[in-house]
């Protein structure tokens, strides 16, 4: 039997949602919050998201009351920012911005991990899970906020399917390939992948729309199109700082039996690319696998046995 699945969401007191095919929509992004099928049964809970939110494409997006949450398992924390907390947790505002205008004053109150709230994810079965949300003071250019690795993780797996725009809570075991899955500290996920034939640690990384490397190991994997063999050579022989913003191409990468061929990469270090100073620091240690590993396919972050799956 496959659920119907509609997108009900309670927030801080309590309030439920009714059927979104009852709602006006009036943007093209907002049909994919309708209620449809989704083949998936025994699991936890099913909420639609979009990828027509931005015109990149490949942002999954939730919607909440009149938020919009970014599913990145590249963040560590679930939060919102100001907007987010004036529209999910209003009883919460005037706090936060007290709090602002103390932290104007003095640049040692950080207010980034303030709890505000939770976000009451309801199951098919009656039992709620409570995940609880945090304001941060980034400023976000697109999204109002992000659901993070700590929401994920309460939940022995997660299933992003990018086909049907669902992602699932505690879903059965996908028929797709399965590779280790190594978790930090902080929740976050990695695995092996290779690049030209090299192995490297990459990041799941569903926040990010780039396949991102860092800059020591992209020394060992490049390979220009665009070069000469003699600038390719000056290239490796010193030392420096890639900032250009651009795009390189490497011959193939691989995730499993997965390949890629002809995979655009961006630097960690190209400023372009929009992240916290955190999430930069970090991409020093480990590559980014972002959105053009996942299109089109359906991943399983299985945190309990600590593998990834993915199919096409």
């Known amino acids: 039997m496959r659920k119907i699945i509609v997108m009900f969401i309670i927030v801080s007191f309590v309030t439920s949602c009714k059927s979104l095919k009852k709602q006006v929509i009036n943007n093209e992004y907002e049909k994919d919050f309708a209620a449809r099928e989704a083949p998936y049964d025994n699991c936890f809970a099913i909420l639609p998201f979009t990828l027509n939110y931005?015109?990149?494409g490949c942002y999954p997006?939730?919607?909440?009351n009149n938020s919009f949450l970014l599913?990145?398992?590249?963040?560590?924390?679930?939060?919102?920012?100001?907007?987010?907390?004036?529209?999910?947790?209003?009883n919460s505002y005037e706090v936060v911005k007290q709090q602002k205008m103390l932290m104007q004053e003095d640049g040692n109150i950080n207010i980034c991990n303030q709890q505000i709230g939770y976000w009451i994810i309801p199951s098919y079965d009656g039992a709620n899970k409570n995940i609880p949300f945090y304001?941060?003071?980034?400023?976000?250019?697109?999204f109002d906020g992000l659901v993070g690795q700590d929401c994920f993780t309460e939940f022995s797996n997660i299933i992003i399917d990018y086909k049907n725009k669902v992602i699932v809570f505690d879903g059965e075991n996908i028929k797709g390939e399965e590779m280790p899955m190594f978790i930090d500290a902080e929740g976050l996920c990695f695995i092996e992948f290779t690049c030209n034939g090299i192995k490297e640690t990459g990041l799941i990384d569903t926040g990010s729309?780039?396949?991102?490397?860092?800059?020591?190991?992209?020394?060992?994997?490049?390979?220009?199109?665009?070069?000469?063999?003699s600038e390719i050579e000056e290239l490796k022989n010193r030392?420096?700082?890639?900032?250009?913003?651009?795009?390189y191409l490497f011959r193939e990468v691989k995730i499993g039996k997965n390949?890629?061929?002809?995979?655009?990469?961006?630097?960690?270090?190209?400023?372009?690319?929009?992240?916290?100073?955190?999430?930069?620091?970090?991409?020093?240690?480990?590559?980014?696998?972002?959105?053009?590993f996942f299109e089109?396919?359906?991943?399983?972050?299985?945190?309990?046995?600590?593998?990834?799956?993915?199919?096409?």
Do not use: W
């Open 61 to 64: 997006i939730i919607k909440i």
């Open 209 to 229: 729309q780039y396949f991102i490397l860092r800059s020591s190991f992209f020394e060992k994997a490049c390979e220009y199109s665009h070069m000469s063999a």
């Open 71 to 90: 599913l990145d398992t590249g963040a560590n924390f679930t939060c919102v920012s100001e907007k987010g907390v004036l529209d999910l947790f209003y």
């Open 54 to 56: 931005t015109q990149s």
């Open 135 to 142: 304001y941060t003071n980034y400023d976000f250019s697109i």
């Open 296 to 312: 089109n396919k359906i991943i399983q972050l299985d945190f309990r046995n600590k593998i990834f799956r993915i199919m096409k």
């Open 259 to 292: 390949r890629y061929k002809k995979m655009k990469a961006r630097l960690a270090s190209d400023s372009q690319i929009q992240m916290s100073d955190e999430a930069r620091g970090r991409l020093s240690e480990y590559s980014s696998l972002g959105f053009p």
């Open 239 to 247: 030392k420096i700082n890639l900032t250009e913003p651009t795009n």
